[in-house]
């Protein structure tokens, strides 16, 4: 999909965005010094080429009782795509799971993981996601503090 280049008030509307989704139009549209109607316009632009993918509340772990994070580093024993495609499928079925990546290197995949404690989070790990199918190998880490979250996207 080819997108248009943003331009300033695109970029400005995408930055206020992000910081408060919430916001009415007219008080979107006086951020960014355009009238209502042009302003809802650029933003349904936005929209509909898929540079703005939705709006989303963001939520607390840890009010939500999710008190430990972790990383799981898995190594795949069988590449085949209808393995991986399996796996994934699987993978992206999991609440508890954050994020998935595939990696280059000496893992296939790191995936982001939540569990109220450490015997649900052993639980999750040894239970589901290593009954995955073509999991060879697991490592996990765990994180101890989180440094930054970044909930904002730099619109450049």
Not at 32 to 53: A, D, K
Not at 54 to 76: C, D, E, I, P
Request: aromatic share 6%.
């Amino acid at each position: 999909m080819s997108t248009e280049p943003l331009d300033n008030t695109d970029r400005q509307l995408l930055e206020a965005l992000q910081h408060d989704a919430r916001q009415t139009v007219a008080e979107l549209a006086h951020k960014v010094s355009l009238s209502p109607s042009p302003c809802w316009r650029r933003v349904r632009q936005l929209e509909e080429s898929g540079v703005i993918e939705g709006y989303h509340a963001h939520l607390s772990r840890k009010k939500l009782g999710y008190g430990v994070t972790g990383f799981v580093h898995l190594q795949m024993n069988n590449h085949t795509p209808e393995v991986i495609a399996a796996f994934e499928r699987e993978v992206v079925a999991l609440p508890q799971v954050l994020a998935c990546h595939n990696l280059s290197g000496r893992y296939d995949y790191l995936i982001e993981a939540i569990a109220p404690d450490l015997e649900s989070f052993s639980l999750l790990v040894r239970a589901k996601i290593g009954s995955l199918p073509g999991v060879k190998e697991i490592s996990t880490s765990f994180s101890l503090k989180e440094v930054k979250h970044a909930g904002t996207l730099p619109v450049v």
